[in-house]
């Protein structure tokens, strides 16, 4: 792209910048001695061409919407329609999110976002003794059709595009859903949503999984295999990065992971004997965005253009579909502060321009007081505005990957897609993201990267504001949202009538079949959709594969 | 004390947060102390039954999952009830203020909610250990 006779000039001419900027360091000493990114990665006092001097526009960006889709996945991005603005909630009965998902459809909120408690994600219905305090507290307690049907009350599944935070328990979630629609008179092909159903960042960040890598990777490929046929619009996966950025991983190993995890589902599935592009154009990813905006936006297009070369190369996709690398993006969790809650608002607006200069395709935008508790009504609808004020009035989302042609932003985004590459090797040469997190190596790299962080807090290296600098006295906050303590006991009674009305010995016979299954080869979709039409509990329908599938164990270091 | 002090650190209740855990654990350790670490999931009852076989003498809890007023008492209790009465018990995670009485009360000596410096940990831990 330069012509080497320029690059010489410009080379000459940044010497001497250099020789005249350390010149004067002495007199006007920099803030600091080493400038750091968000992740701990060098930045450079200037870029200039001479970052990028082997940069080619045709192979390294191309245009939007065309090979390697470096500078986006659709044609005319945000000037077409703005990203999906999907906010995840969930807490509570079915009937209290209910009430949640028709407030945020009314304050334009565009798709659903389901988050579900944790005995829901982890296969256990609301009477388990484990379930015990945990029920309705981090999202909405589901135990059978009959919950989900309340959920979705009032609210058209050929409408609605809906996002399912559930991986473990994914295809009884996923029957669900069908079988709701079924009830509307909606047929699954004109459903669209998106499952989780990512477990190996799950054994990874997460930890709500279920059962071992091998059934676990099936019921993936089973998905995979059954969405393909019967509910082609839906998203099978979300290979979700942000939870491993929310460990305290870096970007590039965000990057980096993420896809490993990622090229794992796609070797499992070409394993099951399916073509890749019957399934690769239905895979989708997650991401985080952190405050360090041009890092994260260099990410975003470095995921992207990595993605698009590995479907290529690496597994010979054929369909353009196959290669583009979509995404839905949170904000950053783990960078909100307890201390001066309003400032996080700001962090949240940073990080959701970093989401759409980086191309995002959907967006959760945190509240404000989500280092506190779940978020109120008010503070959801602040980061809702937030969205749209950056969408309707910033104008960044009125021309395609504006920030491209950045010296910096191309050097990083080179930099960043060689550091995930260099993951990935790894990874491959340990034999896989699998084998990798049987032996610790990924959630040991992310740990160290967790714990210098911190270190770097508590010296006072990394100044997050409010927290380790302008601190104020500050009274407790008030008005937090806290879910009533009786759901626990309001959902087994509900489980109790649920098991006293179904008919029995059909659901029996449902999970038998199942359990045949289980031990056999068939998908098991067509299983368990059976099961959940039976009203056959999410506990019982777990509970069955438990036995046959055993439990995962995780691999504890520190 | 003439031994280092020996710390249980437990994620008890479903949530899979294990980064703040982690991060205590590895700087009690950086402090000279021995930590044990659990892992996910742990119930109170497999919490008390590794505190009493390694010997503890602290055990610090992490928990983001809500289930905090249920799960962190029932670890005081049946300590109690298995006779243990010189362990301090400590928690952290995303626990609202409104909440830290009752925990205290119930005998939680100390609740470190986020952006607590590692070192006031070590410091509360270092002050307040009964074993001596």
């Known amino acids: 792209m330069f012509e080497k006779e320029k690059l010489d000039q410009i080379k000459e001419s940044f010497d001497a910048y250099n020789a005249k900027v350390e010149k004067s360091l002495e007199k006007n000493p920099e803030r600091k001695k080493a400038f750091e990114s968000g992740s701990g990665a060098n930045v450079n006092r200037l870029y200039t061409p001479l970052d990028i001097a082997d940069f080619d526009y045709m192979r390294d960006l191309g245009m939007p919407g065309s090979y390697p889709y470096t500078r986006g996945v659709q044609t005319t991005m945000y000037r077409g329609r703005f990203w999906t603005m999907r906010m995840y909630a969930g807490f509570a009965t079915a009937e209290e999110s209910n009430k949640r998902y028709k407030y945020l459809i009314e304050q334009g909120s565009m798709g659903l976002s389901v988050a579900f408690d944790l005995p829901t994600q982890i296969g256990y219905d609301s009477d388990h003794p484990l379930a015990e305090g945990e029920v309705g507290k981090v999202g909405v307690a589901i135990d059978s059709l009959a919950d989900m049907e309340i959920l979705f009350d009032g609210i058209p599944l050929d409408k609605v595009s809906t996002s399912m935070t559930i991986n473990a328990p994914a ?9 709701v629609a079924e009830k509307q008179g909606v047929t699954p092909d004109q459903l669209r949503g998106t499952i989780q159903n990512d477990i190996l960042k799950e054994y990874i960040a997460r930890g709500t999984y279920i059962f071992p890598t091998e059934p676990s990777m099936r019921l993936i490929t089973n998905i995979f295999e059954y969405c393909s046929k019967e509910v082609p619009q839906w998203n099978t996966i979300s290979i979700s990065g942000y939870h491993i950025r929310e460990a305290g991983s870096t970007a590039a190993q965000e990057v980096g992971f993420t896809l490993a995890d990622g090229i794992a589902y796609v070797e499992a599935a070409i394993k099951a004997g399916l073509d890749v592009d019957t399934f690769a154009p239905r895979l989708s990813f997650f991401f985080n965005a952190h405050n360090d905006i041009l890092e994260e936006v260099a990410k975003f297009r470095a995921a992207r253009r990595l993605w698009a070369k590995i479907m290529k190369e690496r597994f010979g996709a054929k369909d353009p579909k196959s290669m583009a690398l979509k995404f839905h993006t949170q904000t950053g969790g783990s960078t909100l502060t307890a201390q001066q809650p309003d400032n996080n608002i700001v962090r949240v607006a940073i990080q959701t321009l970093a989401a759409v200069l980086g191309g995002t395709q959907s967006l959760h935008t945190n509240s404000k007081d989500e280092a506190l508790a779940l978020p109120t009504e008010e503070s959801v609808r602040i980061a809702l ?4 004020i950056v969408a309707y009035e910033s104008g960044v989302a009125d021309t395609v990957d504006p920030l491209a042609g950045s010296y910096y932003i191309e050097a990083k985004t080179k930099e960043i897609e060689e550091e995930a590459m260099r993951y990935i090797k790894k990874i491959d040469e340990l034999g896989g993201a699998a084998k990798a997190i049987d032996l610790g190596y990924i959630q040991q790299e992310i740990m160290d990267a967790a714990y210098n962080y911190q270190k770097d807090i508590e010296a006072g290296r990394r100044i ?12 407790p906050p008030k008005g937090l949202l806290k879910v009533d303590p009786s759901v626990g006991e309001l959902q087994k009674k509900k489980l109790a009538e649920l098991r006293a009305t179904r008919d029995n010995s059909l659901v029996q016979q449902r999970l038998e079949e199942l359990r045949k299954a289980c031990q056999g080869d068939d998908n098991l979709m067509p299983f368990i959709l059976n099961a959940v039409r039976a009203y056959a509990t999410l506990g019982e329908i777990c509970g069955v594969m438990r036995e046959v599938f055993g439990e995962y164990q995780q691999s504890v270091q520190l | 004390m003439d031994r280092p002090i020996r710390v249980l650190v437990a994620k008890p209740g479903l949530d899979g947060h294990d980064r703040g855990a982690k991060v205590i654990a590895r700087a009690l350790r950086d402090a000279g102390m021995e930590v044990i670490y659990t892992g996910l999931r742990q119930t109170p009852e497999q919490i008390v039954n590794a505190a009493i076989q390694e010997d503890v003498d602290v055990v610090a809890m992490s928990i983001l999952s809500g289930a905090h007023n249920t799960l962190l008492p029932k670890v ?18 995303v626990i609202p203020d409104d909440d830290i009485p009752f925990l205290k009360e119930k005998g939680i000596a100390e609740i470190f909610t986020p952006g607590t410096p590692t070192s006031v940990t070590i410091d509360f831990i270092r002050a307040n250990v009964k074993r001596k």
């Open chain 1, 385 to 388: 505005r937030t969205q749209q």
């Open chain 1, 464 to 475: 997050i504001v409010g927290m380790n600098k302008f601190q104020i006295e500050e009274e």
């Open chain 1, 171 to 179: 295809s009884v979630l996923l029957a669900m859903y069908i079988a």
């Open chain 2, 76 to 93: 005081v209790e049946l300590l109690k009830a298995e006779n243990v009465d010189d362990v301090l018990v400590i928690g952290g995670g």
